[in-house]
C-alpha cells in the first residue's frame, strides 16, 4: 500500500502535504514525492522524514498533491516513485492501489506511441487521461472516463496544468476528504492532515469527485461512478486528538503505543453494551463461526479461540484469511465469520469476506481504521477505538483486538458489565508490569542482540502469545525467532537448540507444570531460559515476573515480547517504526 494526499487552500501546500506525507510514512517508505498547481515536481528515493521544506525545490503554491511509496510494480527507482506525468507533462497523478488490467492498456497506449518511463501500473492513468482530454477538451470527462477504463483497485488524486482543482477517485484503497475553512484535504488517512481539520468525509468506493476547483459553490463536489449522480455526504467529526497520532516524548511510536495498552484496552471494552448485545446474539443465532485474520490479527482470533473455549465452552474454528477459500464447503447462510484487522483493509480479508458473501454468511467484523473497506463489507462493525497505530508493527491493536474478543467470549455467559469488569481489573496491572520491567527487558535485550535465534514457547492461551512475540521480535529487530507450542518443540526444532540460544518460557498457573518440563528439555540441551511467569523457577536463567490476571493473562503475556521486540530493534539500531519491506496494511494478495 501506498500514502496520498493532496491539498488546495490558502496555505503553503507543498508544506502541508509534507507534513501530510510523514504522518501517512507508516503505509509505505520506498520513495516518495510532490508536485504543485504550477508542476514544480520533486521526487526521492526512500524515506521523507527527515525532509524539510527548505529542502524541497518548490515554489510556494495553494494547490499540491503527494505520494510516499510501498513499492508493487516496479522496483524502488526515482523512474517509479510518483507521482507520474502524461506524456505532454501537462497531467500528474499519485495512486494507491493496482491497476489490474495495466498490461492490456498499456500496450494499448503503447500502440497510439505513448513511451513510459517507469514499470508502474499507475502510469497508465495519466496517459489515459491526456488521450481522453484530446478527445473531450474536459478534464472531468476525460477523468471518467479514465475511471471506467481502468479495473482494480484505487484511491487516485490527480492534477492538470491550468486547472484548479483535485481530481480523485476511489475504489477499494480507503480515501477520505478533510474540510477546513477556505481549504480542502484528500488523503488516504485521517492523520496526515488532523492538525488542520478533523471534519471529515469518508469516500465510498466508485465515487469521485474535486476538490478546490475555483466555483463557489463547487469546493467539494463527489459523485457515482456509475449514476455520475451528485452524492451529499455528511461530514463527520473525528473524536482523535492530535496527540495519538505524535510521539510525544517517546522516542518512538512502537514504545508509546505499548505504553497506551491499558488506556486502547479500556476504550475497546467500554463501547455502548448494544454494540455487543448485537454481536453476542449473532454469534449465538450462528451455527458455525469462523475467526478470520492476518499476522498478528490472527494471532488474536487463536488467542481468543482459546477464550472461547475455555470461557464459553464454544468451539470456534480460526483460519488465516489467506487460507479461507478452503472452507467454502463448509459455508451456509447460518454460518457467521468475525474478521479481525487493524487497517480493514487487508486484501487477503476483504477476498474472504467476499467468498463469505457469496455463500450469505453473515458477517461481524473488528477494525481499527474508520470508513474502512473491511467496515463497509461487513454487516455489524466493533471499532476497536484503539487510536491510530502509526507504529507499522502491530501492539495496541493486538489487545484491543484480543479484549473486544475476550469481552464477546464472557458475555456469553454472563452479564456483560460483569464481564468489562473483570477484564479492566485483570489489566489494571499494566503499568506498573511496564514501568518494573522495561530496565530488565532492556538489559535483556542487550544480551542477546547478537543472537542467530530466539524460540518461544506456551501452552494454551500463552502459545498464540509466544506466536506473536516470535512475529515482533523478527519484524522489529530482524532476529529468526520462532513461537511454538510447548510440548511441540520437541517433534524436530529442539534439534536446532545449541549452547546459549535463548528460549523464552511463557508460563500461566494452568499450564506451569508442564511448560517446566519442556523448559528442562531445552536446558539440558544447552539453551538459554528465559522465563515470563508468575514466579520463579530454577530453570530459569532469566525471570520476568508478571502477575495472575486470570483471563487477562493472554493480553498481558505479550507485553513483555513487545517491549523486549522494542529494545532488541534499537539495540541493533533498527528502524524500529519502518521495519524493512513491511506496510502497516498488506493490500495485495
Ligand atoms: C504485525 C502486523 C501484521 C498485521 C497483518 C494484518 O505487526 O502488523 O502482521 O497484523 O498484516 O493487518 P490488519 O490487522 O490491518 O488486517
Known amino acids: 500500500m501506498c500514502g496520498i494526499i493532496g491539498y488546495a487552500g490558502n496555505k503553503d501546500a507543498p508544506e502541508v502535504v509534507l507534513k501530510g506525507l510523514k504522518k501517512l510514512e ?4 520506498d520513495s516518495w514525492g510532490i508536485i504543485t498547481g ?32 510501498w513499492s508493487t510494480h516496479g522496483g524502488v527507482t526515482l523512474e517509479n516513485a510518483h507521482p507520474h506525468l502524461s506524456q505532454d507533462k501537462s497531467i500528474a497523478v499519485v495512486h494507491n492501489g493496482i491497476i489490474e488490467n495495466y498490461q492490456q492498456l498499456k500496450a494499448m497506449l503503447q500502440k497510439e506511441g505513448f513511451v513510459f518511463v517507469s514499470e508502474t501500473d499507475t502510469e497508465v492513468i495519466p496517459h489515459l487521461l491526456q488521450k481522453y482530454y484530446k478527445e473531450t477538451q474536459d478534464f472531468k470527462k476525460a477523468f471518467k472516463k479514465m475511471l471506467n477504463k481502468i479495473d482494480g483497485s484505487y484511491a487516485i488524486l490527480a492534477i492538470q496544468k491550468g486547472n484548479r482543482g483535485i481530481y480523485f477517485a476511489r475504489n477499494g484503497s480507503p480515501l477520505v476528504l478533510g474540510v477546513g475553512k477556505n481549504e480542502y484535504f484528500v488523503a488516504s488517512d485521517v492523520p496526515a492532515f488532523l492538525e488542520y481539520s478533523n471534519q471529515v468525509i469518508f469516500l465510498e468506493d466508485n465515487q469521485y469527485g474535486t476538490i478546490g476547483t475555483e466555483e463557489i459553490g463547487k469546493e467539494i463536489q463527489i459523485f457515482d461512478l456509475k449514476t455520475h449522480k451528485k452524492i451529499i455526504s455528511n461530514i463527520q467529526t473525528i473524536n482523535w486528538k492530535l496527540e495519538e497520532a505524535e510521539k510525544g516524548n517517546e522516542p518512538h511510536f512502537m514504545i508509546k503505543e505499548i505504553k497506551e495498552q491499558q488506556e486502547t484496552i479500556r476504550k475497546s471494552v467500554e463501547q455502548s453494551s448494544e454494540t455487543f448485545a448485537k454481536t453476542v446474539s449473532m454469534i449465538k443465532d450462528a451455527r458455525g463461526v469462523f475467526l478470520i485474520g492476518c499476522g498478528t490479527s490472527y494471532h488474536a482470533c487463536l488467542s481468543a479461540s482459546y477464550q472461547f473455549a475455555h470461557l464459553a465452552k464454544m468451539h470456534i474454528n480460526v483460519v488465516l484469511a489467506s487460507e479461507f477459500r478452503n472452507y467454502t464447503s463448509f459455508l451456509n447462510s447460518k454460518s457467521l465469520i468475525i474478521a479481525v484487522s487493524q487497517s480493514g483493509e487487508t486484501a487477503d480479508v476483504i477476498d474472504a469476506i467476499k467468498i463469505a458473501k457469496e455463500k450469505m454468511v453473515k458477517v461481524l467484523s473488528i477494525v481499527n481504521v474508520k470508513g474502512s473497506t473491511i467496515e463497509r463489507l461487513s454487516d455489524h462493525c466493533i471499532n476497536m477505538q484503539a487510536g491510530p497505530e502509526i507504529c507499522v508493527v502491530s501492539t495496541k491493536a493486538y489487545t484491543a483486538e484480543l479484549a473486544i474478543l475476550s469481552l464477546l467470549a464472557l458475555t456469553l455467559t454472563e452479564k456483560i458489565e460483569d464481564a468489562r469488569k473483570k477484564i479492566l481489573e485483570n489489566i489494571s496491572c499494566l503499568p506498573r508490569l511496564i514501568e518494573e520491567n522495561t530496565i530488565k527487558l532492556k538489559k535483556l535485550a542487550e544480551k542477546i542482540k547478537n543472537q542467530k535465534s530466539i524460540f518461544i514457547i506456551g501452552r494454551d492461551i500463552a502459545y498464540p502469545a509466544a506466536l506473536e512475540g516470535a512475529l515482533k521480535i523478527k519484524e522489529v529487530s530482524y532476529i529468526h525467532a520462532e513461537g511454538f507450542a510447548g510440548g511441540e518443540l520437541k517433534h524436530g526444532t529442539i534439534a536446532l537448540i545449541e549452547k546459549g540460544t535463548p528460549c523464552i518460557i511463557l508460563a500461566t498457573p494452568e499450564t506451569r507444570n508442564l511448560i517446566i518440563s519442556n523448559a528442562m528439555e531445552i536446558k539440558a540441551r544447552g539453551g538459554f531460559i528465559i522465563g515470563i511467569d508468575q514466579e520463579e523457577n530454577n530453570v530459569y536463567d532469566e525471570t520476568i515476573i508478571i502477575p495472575n490476571s486470570g483471563c487477562g493473562n493472554a493480553l498481558i503475556l505479550t507485553i513483555p515480547l513487545q517491549i523486549l521486540a522494542y529494545h532488541l530493534a534499537v539495540a541493533r539500531g533498527c528502524d524500529v517504526d519502518k521495519p524493512r519491506n513491511l506496510a502497516k496494511s498488506v493490500t495485495v494478495k
Open 38 to 69: 504550477n508542476f514544480d515536481l520533486v521526487k526521492n528515493i526512500g524515506k521523507i522524514g527527515h525532509i524539510q521544506r527548505h529542502d524541497l525545490n518548490l515554489r510556494v503554491h495553494t494547490l499540491a498533491i503527494g505520494h510516499t511509496r
Open 26 to 29: 507508516y503505509r509505505g517508505y
